[in-house]
T-cell receptor, first 115, second 113 residues
Framework: DVKVTQSSRYLVKRTGEKVFLECVQD?????MFWYRQDPGLGLRLIYF???????EKGDIPEGYSVSREKKERFSLILESASTNQTSMYLC??????????????FGSGTRLTVV | GQSLEQPSEVTAVEGAIVQINCTYQ??????LSWYQQHDGGAPTFLSY????GLEETGRFSSFLSRSDSYGYLLLQELQMKDSASYFC??????????????FGKGTTLSVSS
């Protein structure tokens, strides 16, 4: 069964910590994405990558960075965690180009709480 | 910029038909998609419309009118398990060469017996 795996389901971190969220996909997809989901706000795009070592800013990149050293792995980094980054973080992957129209595959999410 | 509007909540009873509307504004259009998300679960892909008209997949259908920047998801013969959030999404250019899905805020469907 093809899938997107996020390393942690729940995470609690302290304000100011550097936080790494890991995502791995086994579908050989070119595109990978990080979204955050908050009640009433839907899914908002943080960063995405369409190739190894490539990255593009989404709609809310401030306070985040990403790393894609291998095709199957896409990491989201919170440089200095703040309480307003408490959220559900969803990783997704897709084929490139028109292939993306056939759907994104999402991971189960990481619920991050910053205290 | 890009924006998508959909109702925040819809309620219905088992066996009924419900329609979830979505209007969008986007520069460049690559089609309208729909995703379903159960409480605590991951969003899952339901359908994609690139051209005008109705696409049917079992109990679910999706419609698109590009001239009206409008689409809807139609759920027939509702079942309790259809209680979930439904998101419409459009693919949009971001950055130099990439595209990404931009999602609406979601419609929570509650199905009662």
């Amino acid at each position: 069964d093809v899938k997107v795996t996020q390393s942690s389901r729940y995470l609690v971190k302290r304000t100011g910590e550097k936080v790494f969220l890991e995502c791995v996909q086994d579908m050989d997809h070119e595109n990978m994405f990080w979204y955050r989901q908050d009640p009433g706000l839907g899914l908002r795009l943080i960063y995405f990558s369409y190739d190894v070592k490539m990255k593009e800013k989404g709609d809310i990149p401030e306070g985040y960075s990403v790393s894609r050293e291998k095709k199957e792995r896409f990491s989201l980094i919170l440089e200095s965690a703040s309480t307003n980054q408490t959220s559900m973080y969803l990783c997704a992957s897709s084929l490139r180009g028109r292939g993306a129209n056939y759907g994104y595959t999402f991971g189960s999410g990481t619920r991050l709480t910053v205290v | 910029g890009q924006s998508l509007e959909q109702p925040s909540e819809v309620t219905a009873v088992e066996g009924a038909i419900v329609q979830i509307n979505c209007t969008y504004q986007t520069s460049g259009f690559y089609g309208l998609s729909w995703y379903q998300q159960h409480d605590g679960g991951a969003p899952t892909f339901l359908s994609y419309n690139a051209l005008d008209g109705l696409e049917e997949t079992g109990r679910f259908s999706s419609f698109l009118s590009r001239s009206d920047s409008y689409g809807y998801l139609l759920l027939q013969e509702l079942q309790m398990k259809d209680s979930a959030s439904y998101f419409c999404a459009v693919r949009s250019h971001r950055g130099e060469a990439g595209t990404a899905l931009i999602f609406g805020k979601g419609t929570t469907l509650s199905v009662s017996s």
